[in-house]
T-cell receptor, first 109, second 117 residues
């Protein structure tokens, strides 16, 4: 069983819509959760971190965490073509940061 | 600050050759990491270091070696290149807060694309 699971996509949304990216994890003891954005051919870039249950908002991005369900999500409001990228979910498990395989997001003008 | 820098950007190796991937950070971060990313896959941790002189294995260390003689530099050595080592390699660093609490917020270099044929 993979420790961090994401739907590989692609997830296609029209410009201006809300994109919803989901991630599940297996380690119930995980306390730290991150979302990275990776443009094609580039390195991952940290965009959100979340440590407590609930929502955390930063501009057009909202991270949501539900530890009971072992579920973390990223919402992107007013999606723009420049948001088209692969989004990697990362979870601290066993003192290591474990990455999911990523979800490819395509925002169509 | 340049952040995390990696050299070379691209490299083609023949089977059995050796090479060193260089990684340098200028943020005075104690923690440094090496990952590999295969096409369409997530990142797999190869080795990490919690400070100069201290290194430890990650998830996929076989075929690689590291050293950490300074805070800034964390080179990754491939001794006998194999086709299975064809991948993109990323170096990353992170900082610890006062009291030694690790943030796990990692900052990545631009990557080295390695092909072994």
């Amino acid at each position: 069983q993979k420790e961090v699971e994401q739907n590989s996509g692609p997830l296609s949304v029209p410009e201006g819509a809300i994109a919803s990216l989901n991630c599940t994890y297996s380690d119930r003891g995980s306390q730290s959760f991150f979302w990275y954005r990776q443009y094609s051919g580039k390195s991952p870039e940290l965009i959100m971190s979340i440590y407590s249950n609930g929502d955390k908002e930063d501009g057009r991005f909202t991270a949501q965490l539900n530890k009971a369900s072992q579920y973390v999500s990223l919402l992107i409001r007013d999606s723009q073509p420049s948001d088209s990228a692969t989004y990697l979910c990362a979870v601290v498990a066993g003192n290591m940061l474990t990455f999911g395989g990523g979800t490819r997001l395509m925002v169509k003008p | 600050n340049a952040g995390v820098t990696q050299t070379p950007k691209f490299r083609i190796l023949k089977i059995g050759q050796s090479m060193t991937l260089q990684c340098t950070q200028d943020m005075n971060h104690n923690y440094m990491y090496w990952y590999r990313q295969d096409p369409g896959m997530g990142l797999k941790l190869i080795y990490y270091s919690v400070g100069a002189g201290i290194t430890d294995k990650g998830e996929v260390p076989n075929g690689y070696n590291v050293s950490r003689s300074t805070t800034e530099d964390f080179p990754l050595r491939l001794e006998l290149a194999a086709p299975s080592q064809t991948s993109v390699y990323f170096c990353a660093s992170s900082f610890d807060l006062a009291g030694g609490l690790l943030t796990y917020e990692q900052y990545f270099g631009p990557g080295t694309r390695l092909t072994v044929t």
